[in-house]
Structure formats: C-alpha cells, structure tokens
C-alpha cells in the first residue's frame, strides 16, 4: 500500500509534530515547513527553510510520511495544507525545468543556463497545486498556482536549486486526520484530491509519484478544552497545544516526553506534575 511505501520515512514537523511521533520509528532530521509561507497572501517558497535534504530519502524511501498538528478550528494545519503543496509544486517545477534544459542543452548545444522554460515539460505536474478538499478554496488554489512561475525562478535563480537531486517522479501531497477512514484517491486529472474513495486497508500504491502523506494529529476539539479520557485519566484536551508547550510542560519536551512516556501515560493525575518535575530535574543534571 501507498502507507508501507512510505512508512520507513516518518518525519516530525517542528514544533508541533515532535510530540506526535515517536522517535524510534521516525526519522531524526530537523524539518520546518511553517505555516505562514502558506498563509493568504503569502505563498511563498522559503529559501530559509528549504527542506532540500528531505528530497533524497523521499526518493529512497519511495515516499514521506510528515506528521503535524494544529489549533482549534482546524482540522490540517496551514503547513501541511499550503506550505507543503507549494513546496511540491516549485521542486516539481524546478525539476522540470531542470530536465527540460538538460534536452534542449543536448539537442541544440544550448548552455544549459540558457536555456527557456517549456510550457511542456512535465506537464502532468509542473503547474498544478494540490490541495486538501473542504479545507482550501478554488480561489485561493488558482491564485497560488499563479505564483508558482515566480517561486519557481525565484529557486531556479538561488544557490540551493543546484543541490536538488534528480527526481525520478514528482512529489504528490495527500492527507489524513483522525477523521480519516479513507486514504486519498489517485486521481490524476483533478488539483483536489478525493478523500473518501478508498479505504486505508485496501489503498494499492501504481508508483507514479512520491507521495507526501501529511498527517495531522489533532483530534478536532468542540472547544477550548475537550475533556478526555485515556486509560484511567481523565484531562482537558486543548488542540494544538504543542506549538505552545512552554506555557504548560514545566520543562517537559517532546524527547524527554518520548523517553519517559510509559511512566508518564501510567502514572495518577495526583502525581504527574511531580514525575515530569523529576524528568525535567534528572535530564538537567546529566
């Protein structure tokens, strides 16, 4: 399935993410897709925040897993519904642009910096947005692909494009939630992607190209605080509050919060600000 595919490449998305993946199955790597690149009026490729390095263990892996998470009121966070489509959209269109130069180079003994755009060349892919359904509109969807030109030359023109590797298919985005009981469908004549068509279990994968898997691991909250139960716990639920854990952890992070997760998990709500005290005590004086 398109999910095993993926699975050996599981990465975090700071901050946020950290705290919903586990770091003995994901990857180690720092990766920052942040929300405002993607926000309304913005759009924008970030050359700060590239993520270039990302591009060969997508290639190796045949795919990405990027797990996030976000506030009240949304269900997917604006990294993965916006700054990650673009950010696949301008490699897709940089690496066709690449290939595009390297033919024209060979058949006519053009330098390849020389070298015009053609309006042909990966065509399926090169000028088009993926976005999730219900979440983005189609206004906002075909103003961003009218950007795509200029984010596109914009890394074309930098130091960074000469360090993407060679792709051998375009990256895709898709997303899950936990409202997810169904994995996108793959269908290649629409910008938006069908959520609802194929259940997880029998999602087959026809590599055509790397898919970008976005999950967001919020839970959709009613409110400020949902109350929630887990095991015996009972707590307040606030979406989306990994982005701020300063504000609540007491020192707690997302590594130490992995390294002592099953105390933490099991341990009476009476006593669990003391525990993390502890934790938060032990790592300082290592």
């Known amino acids: 399935t398109m999910i095993n595919i993926a699975w050996n490449c599981i990465e975090a ?14 990857r180690p790597e720092f990766v920052y897709f942040k929300s405002t690149d993607g926000h309304y009026g913005i759009w924008d490729f970030n ?11 997508i290639q190796a892996s045949k795919g990405m897993l990027l797990v996030d998470s976000t506030r009240r009121g949304k269900s997917i966070p604006d990294a993965l519904s916006k700054t990650i489509p673009l950010w696949c959209a301008v490699i897709n269109g940089a690496q066709a642009q690449r290939r595009n130069r390297n033919r024209i180079a060979i058949t006519t003994g053009i330098p390849e910096r020389e070298a015009l755009y053609n ?13 999730p359904p219900d979440v983005i509109s189609e206004s906002e ?5 009218e950007r795509l030109p200029e984010l596109v030359n914009k890394f074309l023109a930098s130091s960074f494009f000469s ?6 298919w375009p990256l895709r985005p898709l997303w899950i939630t936990p409202q997810s009981s169904n994995i ?19 999602a087959q994968m026809n590599q055509s190209f790397y898919p970008v898997i976005c999950i967001s691991a919020s839970k959709t909250g009613t409110t400020d605080t949902d109350q929630t139960r887990v095991e015996h716990l009972d707590y307040n639920y606030v979406q ?7 504000s609540w952890s007491i020192g707690l992070t997302p590594d130490l919060f992995w390294t002592y997760h099953d105390q933490l998990l099991t341990c009476e709500k009476e006593k669990l600000e003391d525990l993390v005290k502890q934790i938060v005590a032990i790592r300082a004086t290592n």
């Open 141 to 145: 969807r075909a103003q961003m692909e």
């Open 163 to 168: 360090h993407m590797p060679d792709l051998q």
């Open 184 to 202: 996108p469908s793959l269908n290649h004549s629409s910008s938006r992607v069908d959520q609802s068509t194929t259940p997880l279990a029998n």
């Open 13 to 26: 998305n700071q901050r946020c993410g950290a705290w919903y993946a586990d770091p003995t199955r994901a």
């Open 47 to 57: 050359l700060r925040r590239a993520n270039l390095h990302l591009l060969p263990i």
């Open 240 to 246: 989306g509050s990994g982005d701020d854990h300063e």
């Open 119 to 131: 309006e042909d060349a990966w065509e399926e892919y090169r000028k088009r947005i993926f976005i």
